[in-house]
């Protein structure tokens, strides 16, 4: 069974500061799929990255950045020079690419002006 | 607008009400997902959809009833509920949910639940 686990549920920053959200995953499969959203107060869940398990090349999106590691079964999501329409709660998740998405518990981020 | 469209919003209900949860995409999506979101608990997966068909159920209780006419709507019938019950119930789709979903799933705003 898949599972993903994001150990910090809250975290307060003050503004321009860097944040770190930590995301790690079980799967025994070789292919998978990882994701990572921001759900806002509105509610909805905004698709933000997905990675697949044969792409180990971090990304950066602007302020946004990921580490992928499959040693740790680790996928790390960054916000560099944190801002007040930062705050959200993220969620990490995994897929074996034909099977629905498994989500952590989320990771509520504040971030104080 | 996300693509993906939940009413209402917000209901409250009581144990022996009857009520129905409505979601609609026009995104040319085939695949359609119930997932239910409560405190300090990850999203659970509640129901799936693939091309109208239900592909499924996640051991969930009976007086929770979804419904998928077509590739576009889906609707979760409520009959008496727990207190417990009460949550934040959101709705994804996605392009067909036995393929990866390279783009993830696109999710509605919810209906927050409240029983009574």
């Known amino acids: 069974a898949q599972k993903v686990t994001q150990a910090q549920t809250e975290i307060s920053v003050v503004e321009k500061e860097d944040v770190t959200l930590d995301c790690v995953y079980e799967?025994?499969?070789?292919?998978?799929?990882l994701f990572w959203y921001k759900q806002p107060p509105s509610g909805e869940l905004v698709f933000l990255i997905r990675?697949?398990?044969?792409?180990?090349q971090n990304e950066i999106s602007g302020r946004y950045s990921w580490n992928f590691q499959k040693s740790t079964s680790s996928f790390n999501f960054t916000i560099t020079a944190s801002q007040v329409v930062d705050s959200a709660v993220y969620f990490c998740?995994?897929?074996?690419?034909?099977?629905?998405?498994?989500f952590g518990k989320g990771t509520r981020l504040s971030v104080i002006a | 607008e996300t693509g993906v469209t939940q009413t209402p919003r917000h209901l409250v209900m009581g144990m022996t009400n009857k009520k129905s949860l409505k979601c609609e995409q026009h995104?040319?999506?085939?695949?359609m997902y119930w997932y239910k979101q409560s405190a300090k608990k990850p999203l659970e997966l509640m129901f799936v959809?693939?091309?109208?068909?239900?592909?499924e159920n996640n051991s969930v209780p009976s007086r929770f009833s979804p419904e998928c006419p077509n590739s576009s709507h889906l609707f979760l019938h409520l009959h008496t509920l727990q207190p417990e019950d009460s949550a934040l119930y959101l709705c994804?789709?996605?392009?067909?949910?036995?393929?990866?979903?390279?783009?993830?799933?696109?999710f509605g705003s919810g209906t927050r639940l409240t029983v009574v």
């Open positions: 994804a789709s996605s392009q067909d949910s036995t393929a990866p979903p390279y783009y993830g799933y696109t």
């Open positions: 799967t025994r499969d070789t292919t998978y799929y």
């Open positions: 990675r697949n398990s044969f792409d180990e």
């Open positions: 998740a995994l897929s074996l690419g034909n099977t629905p998405l498994v």
């Open positions: 995104l040319g999506h085939n695949a």
């Open positions: 959809y693939n091309f109208k068909e239900q592909t």
